[in-house]
C-alpha cells in the first residue's frame, strides 16, 4: 500500500511539473520558420529502446500556414532509406503551444515551443496523458552542432521532466538524408 502511494505521488509530481511547462515567451511563428536539425532527443519508451542506436540527426523544415499553424516536414534516415513524414501542428490560443495527430499513437498530443533564439536552437515538449503518458523533449538546431551550454540546457529540461540520462540522446548526423541537404 505504501509503495501505491508513494508512486501516485511521484506521478502527481511529475505531471505537475510538466503543467508548469510554459511557452516562449512572445514566441514569434514567423520567426520560428525554416530549417532546423533535431539533434537531441529525450524519449523513453519501452518500444523505442531497442532503437536508441540507430537514431541520426533529423532534418526538419517548417512552414507557416495562413492561419498561424505550422507545416513541419521530418526526413528521418531508416535502415533502408531517407524517410519523408509531414506534420501538420495546429495553432491554439496560447502563442508557441500547438497540437498535433500522432499517427503512430492515433491520438492528438500537445507541442510546447519551451525556449528558443530562433537562430540557433529550440526546446520543443511533446506531450500528452492518455492510458499512459506520452512524452519527449526534442532539441532543434538551426545546424547539427550546438554549443555545450545549450545542448546542457536541453539536458537539464529533459531531467526536469523526469528523464533519466539514458533516455536522452543527442545522435551522430545522418548521411546524405535528406540527399539535397547540405550546409550541415
Not at 525556449?115 to 529550440?122: C, G, H, K, L, V
Not at 547539427?144 to 537539464?156: H, Q, V
Request: charged share 20%.
Amino acid at each position: 500500500m505504501r509503495t501505491a502511494a508513494v508512486a501516485v505521488v511521484m506521478v502527481m509530481c511529475v505531471m505537475m511539473v510538466r503543467a508548469d511547462v510554459k511557452p516562449q515567451r512572445d514566441f514569434n511563428s514567423q520567426r520560428f520558420t525554416g530549417r532546423w536539425y533535431r539533434v537531441g532527443l529525450a524519449y523513453d519508451s519501452p518500444g523505442f529502446v531497442p532503437y536508441r542506436d540507430k537514431v541520426r540527426v533529423s532534418m526538419g523544415s517548417i512552414s507557416l500556414l495562413p492561419n498561424g499553424s505550422f507545416t513541419l516536414t521530418m526526413w528521418d534516415a531508416t535502415p533502408l532509406s531517407c524517410v519523408a513524414k509531414t506534420y501538420q501542428y495546429e495553432k491554439t490560443s496560447v502563442p508557441g503551444q500547438f497540437t498535433y495527430f500522432s499517427t503512430r499513437h492515433n491520438m492528438v498530443k500537445d507541442i510546447t515551443v519551451v525556449d528558443t533564439n530562433y537562430s540557433e536552437y529550440a526546446l520543443v515538449l511533446k506531450h500528452k496523458v492518455f492510458n499512459r503518458e506520452y512524452t519527449q523533449v526534442a532539441l532543434y538546431g538551426r545546424s547539427t552542432r550546438l554549443r555545450i551550454d545549450i545542448l546542457n540546457r536541453f539536458k537539464a529540461l529533459a531531467l526536469s521532466q523526469g528523464f533519466s540520462r539514458e533516455s536522452i540522446l543527442t545522435p551522430p548526423p545522418a548521411v546524405n538524408c535528406p540527399p539535397s541537404a547540405s550546409g550541415r
